[in-house]
């Protein structure tokens, strides 16, 4: 049998058969047909390809072919033309044709196949003649002693050899002597029989020209119709080029690995699925295995840590499709016993002869002690660099606190550290206090610090601390000791080094750094972090003496307070924060002298009265004021203090009175005795009295002086500051008697629907019954805010106002909702939401109540006043926005407030018919919150004029003279009574 015929012959040979001819696959599959075999049948260009060639017998007979198919399939030998195999063929129009056939088994490099020839009874055998001229494969018939009868132009040219030539010629004669014994072997195996009709081989064959070429010869043996052997027929293909192609690669091949084998690099090659198909044996040395155990293993599997395999599969699918990025790259490989190498890898793609990536060859090299190298330079060039940064820091810091916070800034933005915190040791309790951190919360080294001042304490500072040497942890996970471990983990800290910062004999501090990576220091590093933390505590020291002197030169030495100098310096700040406040600010100084101190020096002895002065300072520092600067004493019983105040002089009083009260309220022990002291104080106003720190504190003095010698227990430097102040604090001491003796009323103003002019509602209003007569709000109602009594007046406004609508519902009178005022006093306090529920719940169910707030109120604190509102609101309470037009408020919030109505504030309702912006305004407010579904409310109508335009503006409501003043309870009870 023909065998391994290529593919390509078989494609040539087809079209130029002499006969209709067919190329069948072993299950009856049509695989190629020539146009003779279509024309003979009636079917047009390739309407065969693939179909069954049972299709070419008519139906009666199609039995008997697959028979004769099945049993061709075992014994596949040739029959030739003329050998009998007549028979009926079947025309894509239906009609019957005689043939004659011939049956010729082939394989090629894509399988088995038969060909099928057909021929009319009538053709010639010139056809075939031309097909055997023509091939592209050296044809030759021998006889049964292998004496050449025929050839074709193909084999004269393989050979050498004219045809006449050829014709006296033998196998003998052209085999290669190492190879004739092979030929006469088959040959005889062929004649022998056995099922066998054709044998094939690689053999050389000897040119004329003396020349060996390397060919693939296929022989068949042709048998007579009785099975008798004929002749032989011999195919032959020239194969030289394949053969020295075969033989360079493998001496390359050879060379290549001979060269892999000797160097100290990582030879691998990877198929497509990453299993190994070569690696050369410094792969071996440097993992442990042998190489029955890695050839044909998964790559992934076998040598990559599971944490990167996924990253590197990635990488190597990119390989395959040759993109550039992945031609280089660096990763970790596992060794047998769990060791960790790092490569770097030079990839390219394998191709097959046709071009398609079939793997990959990489050559590594092993970089793991270089890139350790390399780490640790980077590393010492990291200290190197804070050492450097902390070094210059030291030189222009000017205290501790910025030293040790620049320094934890350098250490982790230009060391590389991922967090850093230093801490000083309190020489008292010897407990530890952060003082800077970068990276880290502050809560977090609270923490750590307060475990590490523990006389137990664990982990590396408390460590630092107790040993005064560096403590290290260079892998947190192994560590047990440390105090916050899974909160420092989180932060990715894997390695800490606690360096002590000591003076002297003593460690006064610690800077505590974090790494990212374990096994952060060496021997050479932390002779480096020594010396960044000796450094450290040299700048610590310096700093500590230098504070002490600047310190001496601006406090008091039996106080500790600041002196005169250091005090001017607080003035200073107080004036250029003041200037920088939008609208400018007051702020007031205030210097007093402590009553009866000479005689408590002659009594008690100057020990008792250095005691009194150290106890006024202890008083001082204990309870520092809000919003002003720390005592100072200016003199030998003088001291002074800065507030920063309103510029009404009965607020300063007050805050004065109530620091004062701070201070010399208590009795003070001095010798075994309590002794009570009191003070005359003086006080300066800036920016009335001065606008630098030695004026305003020369005034204050004055004042002072003045005091003591007319016997006023405060003066302020103008006389009429002081009277206006004392005015204010007996009007304060005159409210607060009103509260306490019940002399606050409600009046009652009506809320007119202009739609219908009907009373809608009502506004409480608070009034102060006097002695001397009814106290318009506008004395009083700034005071209790100024004072805190608003919080009092206002519980008090709220429940009545509930009280008063209960008793109007109780009279069967029309229900009308009642406004309260509220303070911004009362709306920032936390208890007023439970405050108003508490005052409904006497009342109405639901309630009548709404609260009116002015529009800046709520603008103060926007967020937190939505929420309030909305509680507020979840009660049933309305709320209205007082004043509206006066104040600061954004659309966008707005729109998210939970109100139910705008009051426009009276001054632009008395000037709207004179003055066109006004009524621009209140047109446009009305606009707005009816575009927010609002209702309006005008305030302060007077006159029919001012109600018309309102009522063609579409304004909702109005309250005003024009229908009532505010009037008592029972004068409003008649007016709701008398209503249709």
């Not at 008697?737 to 809320?751: D, G």
């Amino acid at each position: 049998m023909l065998r391994s015929i290529p593919r390509e012959a078989l494609r040539e040979l087809l079209p130029c058969m002499p006969d209709g001819a067919l190329l069948v696959a072993t299950d009856g599959t049509i695989v190629q047909a020539n146009s003779l075999v279509e024309q003979l049948f009636g079917y047009g260009p390739g309407e065969l390809q693939s179909r069954p060639m049972a299709l070419l017998v008519p139906e009666r007979l199609r039995e008997a072919h697959a028979r004769h198919v099945s049993h061709y399939s075992r014994d596949p030998v040739v029959r030739r033309m003329g050998a009998g195999l007549d028979l009926i063929g079947l025309r894509n129009d239906g009609a019957e044709i005689p043939v004659e056939i011939s049956l010729y088994p082939v394989e090629s490099t894509e399988g088995r196949f038969t060909l099928v020839a057909f021929r009319d009874i009538s053709q010639s055998e010139a056809r075939y003649r031309a097909v055997f001229e023509q091939v592209g494969v050296g044809v030759v018939h021998s006889n049964r002693e292998g004496r050449f009868l025929n050839v074709n132009p193909k084999f004269c040219d393989i050979s050498g050899y004219t045809r006449a030539e050829a014709l006296t010629l033998g196998i003998e004669d052209l085999a290669h002597p190492d190879d004739l014994g092979p030929a006469l072997e088959a040959r005889s195996q062929l004649f022998a029989g056995g099922g066998a009709s054709s044998s094939e081989r690689d053999a050389r064959l000897v040119r004329k020209d003396g020349n060996v070429l390397w060919t693939h010869i296929t022989t068949s043996l042709v048998r007579g119709t009785t099975g008798d052997p004929l002749h032989f027929i011999t195919v032959i293909q020239d194969i030289s080029a394949q053969k020295r192609a075969a033989d360079e690669r493998r001496e390359s091949e050879r060379r290549f690995s001979h060269l892999l084998q000797n160097v100290e690099l990582v030879a691998l090659m990877l198929d497509r699925d990453a299993r190994i198909t070569y690696c050369n044996d410094y792969l071996l040395h440097l993992t442990g295995w042998s190489r029955e155990a890695v050839v044909g293993r998964n790559w992934f599997d076998s040598f990559l840590p599971p944490e990167t395999a996924p990253g590197m599969r990635e990488v190597f699918q990119s390989l395959l499709a040759d993109i550039p990025e992945a031609w280089h790259h660096e990763n970790e490989i596992l060794t047998r016993l769990g060791e960790r190498r790092l490569v770097r890898w030079n990839n390219s793609v394998l191709r097959s002869v046709d071009g398609d990536v079939i793997g990959i060859a990489t050559i590594g090299e092993d970089i793991t002690e270089q890139h350790a190298a390399q780490e640790r330079i980077r590393r010492l060039n990291r200290v190197y660099a804070v050492l450097s940064d902390i070094n210059a820091l030291i030189v222009r810091a000017p205290d501790r606190q910025q030293l040790l916070r620049e320094a934890c800034r350098i250490a982790v933005d230009e060391g590389g550290f991922s967090l850093a915190w230093a801490a000083l040791v309190d020489p008292v309790t010897m407990a530890l206090r952060p003082v800077a951190w970068e990276g880290v919360s502050e809560d977090l080294v609270l923490r750590i610090a307060r475990a590490a001042s523990a006389p137990d304490g664990q982990g590396p500072v408390a460590k630092a601390i107790r040993e005064r040497k560096p403590a290290i942890v260079n892998d947190l996970e192994d560590e047990s000791t440390i105090v916050e471990k899974a909160a420092t983990l989180a932060l990715g800290t894997r390695a800490i080094v606690a360096l002590p910062l000591v003076v002297g004999d003593a460690a006064v501090g610690v800077l505590s750094l974090h790494s990212r990576e374990p096994d952060v220091v060496d021997d050479e590093e932390l002779k480096l972090l020594l010396e960044l933390a000796g450094d450290i505590s040299f700048a610590l020291d310096h700093l500590e003496k230098a504070d002490r002197v600047t310190y001496l030169a601006l406090h008091d030495s039996l106080t500790g307070l600041p002196n005169r100098t250091q005090f001017a310096g607080h003035i200073e700040q107080a004036i250029a924060a003041a200037a920088e406040r939008a609208n400018g600010g007051h702020l007031a100084v205030i210097v007093f002298d402590l009553e009866r101190f000479r005689a408590i020096n002659a009594t008690l002895g100057r020990q008792a009265g250095d005691e009194l002065l150290t106890q006024v300072a202890a008083r001082a520092r204990a309870d520092a004021p809000e919003g002003g600067a720390s005592l100072a004493r200016t003199g030998p019983d003088q001291f002074a203090f800065v507030l920063a105040a309103g510029g009404a002089s009965e607020v300063i009083a007050r805050r004065i009175e109530s620091r004062m009260q701070q201070l010399l309220g208590a009795p003070f022990p001095l010798s075994g005795t309590d002794v009570r002291v009191s003070a005359k104080m003086g006080i300066a106003v800036y920016p009335d009295d001065g606008t630098d720190a030695d004026v305003l504190l020369r005034n204050a003095e004055a004042a002072v002086s003045n005091a003591k010698a007319s016997g006023d227990r405060y003066l302020f430097f103008t006389r009429e500051m002081t009277t206006r102040a004392a005015e204010n604090l007996a009007l304060e001491n005159q409210l607060r008697a009103a509260l306490e003796h019940h002399e606050f009323v409600l009046h009652y103003q009506a809320r007119i629907e202009l739609r219908t002019m009907q009373m809608k509602g009502v506004e409480a209003l608070l009034r102060w019954e006097h002695r001397d007569g009814l106290v318009p709000p506008s004395r009083f109602i700034a005071l209790m805010e100024e004072t805190g009594l608003i919080l009092e007046a206002g519980r008090w406004a709220l429940s009545q106002a509930v009280a008063d609508h209960a008793r109007w519902t109780a009279l069967g009178l029309p229900d009308v909702r009642v406004a309260v005022n509220i303070s911004s006093l009362q709306l920032r306090q936390r208890g007023f939401v439970a405050e108003l529920r508490e005052a409904l719940a006497r009342g109405t169910d639901p309630p009548g109540i709404d609260l009116e707030i002015t529009e800046s109120l709520v603008m103060e604190s926007i967020e937190e006043n939505i929420d309030t509102l909305k509680a507020i609101r979840d009660l049933g309470v309305n709320i209205a926005i007082d004043d509206f037009g006066t104040g600061y408020s954004s659309l966008a919030y707005l729109a998210r407030l939970p109100v139910a109505s705008l009051k426009i504030d009276r001054v632009f309702i008395s000037s709207m018919l004179d003055d066109p912006n006004a009524m621009s305004l209140v047109q446009t407010v009305i606009s707005l919150a009816h575009s927010l579904r609002l209702k309006v409310i005008a305030e302060g109508v007077e006159s029919e004029d001012q109600a018309k335009v309102l009522r063609l503006l579409r304004c909702d409501e109005i309250q005003g003279f024009l229908f009532s003043r505010p009037v008592p309870f029972e004068e409003m009870t008649a007016l709701l009574q008398s209503r249709p």
